[in-house]
């Protein structure tokens, strides 16, 4: 490897035509442990390159954005200056998703080159960023950007194929080779890419504000890459109704912006491990902090009505959207510590967020929750929202609700992106939480305005409602590569566990696939600060020992350890909350035995409370076994895990309460 310096490679290229002879240089910048090289050329155009421990990872990439007026910032470059800088600091998030503290450490270089513009680096020692940086004195239009991962050959890897920029973002990870995709085929982000005999890599971005969503594609005349796609400014829509507004017309350009600013950051992370991307708060790092006092933000679970179509058994009332069934969920919630409830759709006249459904007696659901500390979270349509944005916020305020659930925005154009941050920062100053759903997926919000507390753009367990896509092999997918780029409202906690054979996609009375253990598991693995419990308390309420875990289980950690870890395979993953450990382990449709060492513990004895596959738990996936048995950190067990299978764990030291 290089040392940390400047190599001074440069040698002359003929221009094109009577164009005078233009340097070319290249700039090198390491990570801190020097595993990680960035190569740099501006010769005359700007490409970068990537090493892993000495292993090619990214072949020499463009680099280069379009700006109306100004030409094509990273085309014919020169450099005026180069700086570089250190850090190493400790950041403490206000919502502790993986880790009580994050340490930051990182070397930069900052090139700036003539026409106003420069373009920051940063390394570090599990993959890199770059973004691009302007100084003009006016707004400007950007025309395009190239965004450029080549990987010099072939390469397998996990992408979640789109097929349209009017999308949710709920996509299976298809497994396929980079000469398969071509222009034609386009993925939202991330995409996880193999290097064989080296690290995943996870392409995504980070810090996307005032500016359009990454999107990934391939290029016909070199396979073996993936392009930023981008989509264009919205022009003309068509409002279908309350929810569906897509794109007719779209701009000759990404962004109108200001001409002084950072623009995101376009990620390379580099998993040398599986369990990297699980562990690694990689987008987190790179986001915006946060500004003003957001110490009133208070993650929690939820018990959910919509998946669960409001079904109710054994209750005296009729139940469905109205005040006695909300009523009902408040006094669950209360009954069992769950913080918050969702009034989903249906509560409000729709596309009226000022008429509430005659049904539903707000004012008595509201004090009826804060009588039992209950918080009250409100679904809506993003367009709803935005028509009587100023008035049903100041509602919503005087109300004081707890959040909002704001749904179907289904686009990450940049007018969309100023939407999230116009609700993110309204949300803010009103004290309410934000889960966003039909979203696209997560680039740090979440840090700029804790409140952001949840989102989905994930092909969840809502999906088993009415198809057979949430497999055990997708949702064992999803936490290295969905989850990579942030906090996940999957809404697990299904109570009616179809295993393998026996599964159904019913609407009102839905069920899951794989085991009772592989949901209970997903508590643990999935990242949520939000966590739903889907499922209908009448189905908890017949299943006591889960509920508890359920009651139990946080929804923040102060630290996170995957113990073991294949993509696409199998996950078991530790966490810790206060002095208690939590483990969750989840397996595609493949039985297999995992080795859990509890090395990871502290001095003492622990009383642990395990969830198992049952003995039957292949033929019915409702089949657990619950067993409490003291342990320490000397102790190994072996875990059986049933096709689709999962198992659950609490540890609190012996002789304390579990929190």
């Known amino acids: 490897m290089r040392s940390y310096r400047l190599i001074p490679i440069a040698f002359l290229i003929l221009a094109v035509g009577a164009s005078a002879a233009v340097p070319h240089k290249d700039y090198f910048l390491l990570s801190p442990d020097k595993s990680v090289e960035l190569k740099v050329t501006v010769g005359p155009d700007v490409t970068y390159a990537v090493a892993w421990r000495g292993l090619p990872v990214i072949v020499p990439s463009a680099i280069f954005l379009t700006v109306e007026g100004q030409g094509a910032l990273g085309k014919n470059a020169r450099v005026r200056d180069e700086k570089r800088r250190s850090a190493d600091d400790v950041l403490k998030p206000v919502v502790r998703q993986k880790a009580a503290e994050i340490r930051d450490h990182f070397n930069e270089l900052t090139l700036t080159f003539a026409g106003n513009y420069a373009l920051i680096f940063r390394a570090y020692d599990d993959g890199l960023a770059y973004r691009f940086s302007t100084s003009f004195d006016k707004p400007i239009t950007v025309v395009s950007e190239q965004a450029e991962f080549a990987f010099g050959q072939d390469r397998r890897l996990y992408f979640p194929e789109e097929e349209s920029f009017q999308s949710h973002q709920e996509r299976i990870f298809k497994y396929m080779s980079l000469s398969e995709i071509g222009s034609k085929r386009f993925s939202s982000a991330p995409a996880v890419v193999e290097i064989p005999g080296g690290p995943k890599v996870a392409v995504t971005e980070a810090d996307l504000e005032d500016y359009a969503g990454l999107w990934l594609t391939g290029a016909d005349d070199a396979p073996f890459k993936l392009v930023g796609k981008f989509p264009a400014y919205p022009l003309k829509e068509e409002v279908k109704n309350d929810r569906d507004v897509p794109v007719t017309e779209r701009a000759p350009y990404l962004a109108k912006t200001a001409g002084r600013r950072v623009f995101p950051w376009r990620v390379v992370m580099l998993a040398a491990k599986d369990g990297d991307l699980i562990e ?13 006092d957001f110490s009133w933000v208070k993650p929690g679970k939820v018990a959910w009505d919509w998946w669960n179509d409001l079904n109710l058994a054994g209750v005296d009332f009729r139940a469905g959207v109205n005040t006695a069934t909300y009523n009902y969920y408040i006094d669950f919630a209360a009954r069992y510590g769950i913080e918050y409830i969702i009034l989903d759709e249906g509560w409000y006249k729709k596309g009226n967020l000022l008429t509430v459904n005659p049904d539903v007696d707000m004012a008595a659901i509201l004090a009826h929750g804060k009588e039992k500390g209950v918080g009250i979270i409100l679904w809506t349509t993003w367009k709803t929202l935005n028509d009587q944005f100023a008035a049903a916020m100041d509602q919503f305020s005087r109300w004081g609700v707890a959040g909002l659930k704001v749904d179907f925005m289904q686009r990450d154009d940049q007018w969309m992106v100023d939407y999230y941050y116009k609700v993110a920062a309204e949300g803010a100053k009103r004290k309410m939480l934000i889960d966003f759903h039909g979203a696209y997926k997560p680039t740090g919000l979440y840090r700029t305005f804790p409140n952001v507390i949840t989102s989905e753009g994930v092909y969840g367990l809502e999906q088993s409602k009415w198809g057979r896509g949430v497999t055990p092999e997708h949702t064992v997918t999803l936490p290295f590569t969905r989850m990579f780029a942030g906090p996940m409202d999957f809404t697990p906690g299904s109570m009616l566990n179809g295993g393998l054979g026996n599964f159904q996609p019913i609407y009102n009375q839905p069920m899951s696939q794989g085991t009772r253990c592989h949901q209970l598991a997903m508590y643990v693995v999935y990242e949520s600060p939000l966590q739903m419990l889907a499922d209908s308390p009448t189905n908890y309420l017949r299943e006591p020992e889960c509920l508890d875990f359920l009651a139990r289980v946080p929804t923040v950690w102060d630290e996170t350890r995957v113990l073991d870890a294949k993509i696409a395979d199998y996950v078991l993953v530790a966490r810790r909350n206060g002095a208690s450990w939590w483990i969750g382990a989840m397996t595609d449709e493949t039985p297999r035995d995992l080795a859990l060492d509890l090395g990871f513990l502290g001095a003492g004895a622990y009383e642990l409370t395990l969830y198992q ?27 059986h895990l049933a096709p689709g299978g999962g198992w659950a764990g609490r540890l609190a030291p012996a002789g304390g309460a579990v929190k």
């Open 280 to 292: 690694h708060p990689f987008i987190y790092r790179l986001a915006k902090p946060s500004t003003g």
């Open 613 to 639: 596959d049952g003995i039957n738990a292949d033929r019915n996936g409702n089949d657990y076994k619950m067993v409490k048995r003291t342990v320490t950190a000397a102790d190994k067990l072996t875990i």
